[in-house]
């Protein structure tokens, strides 16, 4: 029974990640469009407030959040709690190690995303591109470590709600697609599938 539940668990997971990566030319357009809009934007506001050096750092850990928000917006990881609380977390973590243990970068660093990663789990705002977000706190340049807590606000909290914003326009442009995605419409796409399950066995 046990296995019977586990397989068809895995065969409604296979469903929706093959439905969530079965889209059309319009929908890789939208996609495209959100994430170039969304990045472009952080990195044009970015321009005025870091150097170069932090912008690459920055936009990539805000590049992996776009690869969540526009390329796999059912994972519970890319839903609007995780994308803006999971770095705002990590970045207040990052700083805080950072200012409680200067210039001890073999341990800062480990603890930054060790601890980030603990709490985003405990907050359940579970985000991979948060860890990044606690290390750049710590590695950043001392431009980056002067802003203090302010780091927090912005770029990351700021960059976060940018992405958010482009994310709900974009993501919603066709039928196949619904952000934030709620348990509804994924319950929908699970019905789906077993509905043509049921189809393919009765022609068995």
């Known amino acids: 029974m046990v296995k019977q539940k586990l397989k068809r668990n895995l ?12 889209v059309d030319y319009k929908e890789h357009f939208w996609s495209f469009l959100g994430a170039f809009l969304g990045i472009g934007l952080i990195s044009f506001l970015q321009t005025f407030q870091l150097t170069a050096h ?13 690869v969540l928000i526009f390329g796999a917006i059912q994972s519970p990881l890319a839903q609007p709690r995780n994308l803006i609380g999971g770095p705002f977390i990590s970045a207040i973590i990052g700083v ?27 907050t359940k705002t579970l985000h991979p591109p948060g860890g990044a977000t606690a290390l750049i706190a710590v590695i950043g340049s001392e431009q980056i470590k002067s802003l203090g807590y302010f780091y927090a606000l ?20 066709t039928p196949n697609r619904k952000y934030p995605t709620d348990e509804k419409f994924t319950n929908s796409l699970k019905r789906m599938f077993i509905k043509k399950v049921r189809k393919q066995k009765s022609f068995e």
């Open 11 to 22: 065969r409604i997971s296979r469903y929706i990640i093959y439905r969530e990566t079965l």
């Open 154 to 173: 912005t770029p990351v909290l700021s960059g976060s709600l940018i992405l958010f914003a482009v994310a709900v326009i974009f993501n919603n442009m």
């Open 54 to 66: 932090d912008n690459i750092f920055l936009i990539g850990s805000f590049g992996a959040s776009s």
């Open 96 to 122: 805080t190690i950072n200012q409680l243990l200067p210039n001890i970068l073999w341990l800062t660093a480990p603890l930054a995303v060790s601890l980030s990663i603990v709490l985003m789990q405990v």
